[in-house]
T-cell receptor, first 112, second 116 residues
Framework: KQEVTQIPAALSVPEGENLVLNCSFT??????LQWFRQDPGKGLTSLLLIQSSQREQTSGRLNASLDKSSGRSTLYIAASQPGDSATYLC???????????FGKGMKLTVNP | NAGVMQNPRHLVRRRGQEARLRCSPM?????VYWYRQLPEEGLKFMVY????????ESGMPKERFSAEFPKEGPSILRIQQVVRGDSAAYFCASSPSRGTFTWELFFGEGSRLTVL
């Protein structure tokens, strides 16, 4: 059974720092991995999607890497801003499955 | 191109009543998924539907919960005889057909059910 873990559960940093958010999964037979952002009381916004054959994806200040063999993904946020404050969720789609398995998320607070 | 639309955004029900949550997928998307987010928990898969078919309902409680995605109209998640433990945020997501390589999911804003 696939399990997705995000540690730490919360992080508070001053503005301007470069951040590393971690995601680990137990079964490496994944189809893809998706990073989401969730603001309080809101839905999920897709940030980046990495196919199992890819090593990384970039969008603006965000860069996500995938190491399938070790069961890890990392989301890098460069030059963090208060507007980046949100909960970040990692989810994997298992090969041959329609479901996304989510981690519990990491609540990020960027202080001005 | 409107995103995934869910309504109502907030729903309050008393124990024993029925809750109906609606989801209209993004234009051109034929796959719909329902997920539930309990307080302090991650999102959990409930059901996956294509038009007029339930493909995978392995995450759906066996009793009181049902889902449909008719040929015309939105997908409906129905919860009968609600209990306090059903209080949660229910999210709908949609994706294009399998022919699309990325199979990326797009989520709605969610429907927040409170059972009194």
């Amino acid at each position: 059974k696939q399990e997705v873990t995000q540690i730490p559960a919360a992080l508070s940093v001053p503005e301007g720092e470069n951040l590393v958010l971690n995601c680990s999964f137990t079964d490496s037979a994944i189809y893809n991995l998706q990073w989401f952002r969730q603001d309080p009381g809101k839905g999920l916004t897709s940030l980046l999607l990495i196919q199992s054959s890819q090593r990384e994806q970039t969008s603006g200040r965000l860069n996500a890497s995938l190491d399938k063999s070790s069961g890890r993904s990392t989301l890098y946020i460069a030059a963090s801003q208060p507007g980046d404050s949100a909960t970040y969720l990692c989810a994997v789609r298992q090969g041959g499955s329609e479901k996304l398995v989510f981690g519990k998320g990491m609540k990020l607070t960027v202080n001005p | 191109n409107a995103g995934v639309m869910q309504n109502p955004r907030h729903l309050v029900r008393r124990r024993g009543q029925e809750a109906r949550l609606r989801c209209s997928p993004m234009k051109g998307h034929s796959h719909v998924y329902w997920y539930r987010q309990l307080p302090e928990e991650g999102l959990k898969f409930m059901v996956y539907l294509q038009k007029e078919n339930i493909i995978d309902e392995s995450g759906m409680p066996k009793e009181r919960f049902s889902a449909e995605f008719p040929k015309e109209g939105p997908s409906i998640l129905r919860i009968q005889q609600v209990v306090r433990g059903d209080s949660a945020a229910y999210f709908c997501a949609s994706s294009p057909s399998r022919g699309t390589f990325t199979w990326e999911l797009f989520f709605g804003e969610g429907s927040r059910l409170t059972v009194l």
